[in-house]
């Protein structure tokens, strides 16, 4: 069998796989992209029925690719967010008003990104899509990077981007270490529906049971991530469609009104996973196969595209040889302090906010109520959570590559 010989070649077609191959579209490499699963079905488990917050930042980036027009048929902005605490007086609010900006964020359901993604891929004059394949060796040297596939192909390149996900194959050929915290918490994910309109308003309510977070979507349906204790799991999803709506009801309270229907429900139980080697000989790692966060401040994709955002900018900027170290070590002197701030600020959101104990609870309401008097400090959380307080890659300064 012969090999092909590429500059590039992406691990994983998910969110982020499939990002990266676009985001270089306008560059010179020639790229292969492996992915398991085949495009054409709904197979692919990264593109289900969860509602994705994207910052105002990855607007920025799609816009810059040339993709938003594409992705914005399927988004609703968000124009609010309403951060509260269950049983306590407090809230905080933000709003796109006064950070200036159209809308913080857009809510697009991770099945339309995969369609708006996969199409687009099918239009690059230089990638060729390995699919449904799967990386079964890998093998690195000092000038290029050799994989095999479950169909014994074999694949040249000068680089690897690993975006093969939380469970990296990649990961475990090479035996790398990674850091690991189980949360002993479970998402729980479904679309509902409310009798009042929501008004693109995204609500984060914080309960002794775990966070909600209600995120806008279109003909006022709210998709819906709900955390509990891991083992609580069977009860919500056994419950009858009236009855979790009631339950939720209890939780929530009412300002979105009723609760007058839910869609399939879906769970993923949560733990916090980082490679200790962002990268390695002729190797990268990016999206989830570096980073799996909590879901509860929506950041773990607008992530993922800020790496592929700075990766992009950085194989840019070295045409020779792509997947030379001082290239690996440009991209990891920027993105590793991104990652680094975004995983710690997540872990201190979960521990502060899945603690029932009531001293607590009354200090969080005294938080948030001095956060919402606080103009400079509401700033700042706004600037974080809409991907905008770091050095901004080209790609979000809308400087195309
Ligand atoms: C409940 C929930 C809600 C979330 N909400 C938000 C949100 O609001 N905002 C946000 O920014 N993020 C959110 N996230 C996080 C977001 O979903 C992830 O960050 C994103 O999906 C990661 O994409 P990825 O491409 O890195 O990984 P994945 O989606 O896991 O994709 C990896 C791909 O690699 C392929 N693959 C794996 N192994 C191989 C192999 N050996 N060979 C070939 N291909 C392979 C897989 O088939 C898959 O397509 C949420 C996550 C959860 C669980």
Request: proline residues 3%; hydrophobic residues 40%; contains cysteine.
């Amino acid at each position: 069998m012969t090999t092909q010989d590429y500059d590039i070649i992406i691990v994983g077609g998910g969110m982020v796989g499939a990002s990266l191959a676009l985001a270089l579209k306008n560059t010179q490499y020639r790229i292969a992209l492996i992915e398991a699963f085949d495009f054409k079905t709904d197979q692919q488990p990264s593109y289900d029925d969860r509602g994705i917050a994207l910052s105002y930042g990855s607007q920025r980036i799609f816009d810059t690719m040339g993709l938003w027009s594409q992705l914005a048929p399927y988004s609703t902005a968000i124009e609010h967010i309403h951060i509260s605490d269950r049983g306590h007086f407090g809230a905080t609010r933000l709003s796109a008003q006064q950070e200036k900006v159209p809308a913080l964020g857009q809510v697009i359901l991770a099945r339309a990104m995969g369609h708006v993604l996969n199409q687009a891929m099918q239009s690059h004059s230089h990638l060729d899509l390995h699919c449904p394949r799967k990386v079964t060796q890998l093998h690195q040297y000092d000038d290029n990077v050799s994989i095999q596939l479950d169909n014994n192909a074999a694949i040249t390149g000068k680089l690897i981007v690993a975006a093969d996900g939380a469970n990296s194959t990649i990961r475990q050929l090479l035996g790398l270490s990674i850091t690991e915290q189980h949360y002993q918490q479970t998402a729980i994910t479904a679309n509902v529906t409310t009798d009042k309109a929501h008004q693109h308003r995204a609500f984060e309510r914080f309960t002794e049971h775990g966070p909600i977070a209600l995120l806008p979507m279109p003909d006022n349906r709210s998709s819906l991530v709900w955390t509990i204790k891991s083992g609580q799991e069977k009860n919500l999803l056994n419950l009858t469609d009236h009855d979790f709506l009631a339950r939720l009801q209890e939780e929530f309270g009412y300002r979105l009104g009723r609760f007058t229907q839910v869609g399939k429900r879906a769970h993923y139980p949560l733990k916090l996973t980082q490679t200790d080697q962002m990268i390695q000989q002729r190797l990268v790692f990016i999206g989830n196969a570096a980073h799996n966060l909590h879901p509860i401040a929506g950041q773990g994709f607008n992530l993922g595209l800020r790496d592929v955002a700075s990766l992009a900018e950085v194989l840019s900027h070295h045409p020779q040889d792509c997947g030379h170290a001082s290239l690996l070590h440009d991209y990891q002197q920027w993105q590793q302090q991104d990652q680094d701030d975004v995983i710690a600020a997540t872990n201190t959101l979960v521990r502060l906010f899945s603690n029932a104990n009531p001293l607590l609870g009354h200090a969080r309401a005294a938080g948030l109520t001095l956060l919402d008097l606080c103009s400079p400090a509401k700033h700042v959380i706004a600037q974080r959570s809409m991907g905008l307080a770091r050095k901004q890659p080209k790609l979000a300064r809308g400087i195309a590559l």
